[in-house]
């Protein structure tokens, strides 16, 4: 078991946001969250990437509000839960986060070698790179280019390459695509069935379930911060009640 959520629960000030949430991700699966818009999907990657716990020293400082963490994240058997986000990325645990948020004043090559920044080995740097490339060859085109200026598929390419960087053990990928035409959104869907062939297990939250049910290994379907049914894409089909009130089929 390559990552593992024991009854996790998340609270905004009073409103709870994750309610007792366990689940797990096995080494090499393509494990995909899926529910509707407010069910806690990203707040539950920010949790397992230690973000949640980052808000929480911000919001008590500038605003006063708190939030509340308990249960228990493991990554390869240890506890992360208690560590700082930047030594969860050192240990291959990399969050590809919303609406893709490149340094939009930096250019792509820039903003790939800022997602290896932890690497000390220029020759392993230079591997990675190559290996992004391949996977996202528009990127070596737009090498110089200013990242704010690339298209929206453009900037999805750009922060999914820039999260492989660090040969990620898990890539949480947060909604990729967002924004995007069709089109690329199937270019970025296709790209992320090649990340797992590279053996990068994948966790990755989508709305777009009929593509995702065709690429994932099991999916956990969320509501109201709780996990309602877990299961293969056809098994979940198969369910009139969660195919019509939780995923809009």
């Not at 065709?214 to 999916?219: D, P």
Request: aromatic residues 6%; proline residues 3%.
């Amino acid at each position: 078991m390559l990552l593992e959520v024991s009854n996790l629960t998340i609270n905004y000030d009073k409103a709870m946001i994750i309610n007792d949430l366990s689940m797990h991700v096995d080494s090499g699966e393509l494990v995909s969250l899926v529910g509707p818009n407010g069910a806690g999907k990203s707040t539950l990657l920010r949790a397992i990437t230690g973000l949640v716990a980052w808000e929480r020293e911000i919001t008590r400082r500038s605003v006063g509000e708190d939030i509340t963490i308990e249960g228990t994240v493991k990554f390869e058997g240890e506890r992360i839960d208690q560590i700082p986000a930047h030594k969860i990325v050192a240990r291959g645990l990399i969050h590809c986060p919303e609406r893709r948020r490149p340094f939009r004043e930096m250019s792509t090559y820039d903003n790939l070698l800022a997602g290896g920044y932890l690497l000390k080995n220029k020759k392993e740097m230079e591997e990675n790179l190559e290996k992004v490339y391949q996977l996202f060859p528009i990127l070596k085109e737009r090498s110089k280019q200013i990242s704010g200026t690339l298209s929206g598929g453009e900037q999805q390419m750009l922060a999914i390459g820039r999260a492989l960087m660090f040969k990620p053990k898990l890539l949480c990928i947060d909604e990729p695509s967002t924004g995007l035409a069709p089109m690329i959104r199937q270019e970025v869907f296709d790209s992320i069935v090649d990340i797992r062939k590279l053996g990068i297990t994948v966790l990755l939250v989508e709305q777009e379930v009929s593509t995702v049910f065709k690429m994932s290994t099991r999916n956990y379907v969320l509501s109201s911060g709780k996990i309602i049914a877990e299961g293969t894409g056809k098994e979940l089909l198969q369910d009139e009640i969660i195919r019509k009130t939780y995923l809009g089929l």
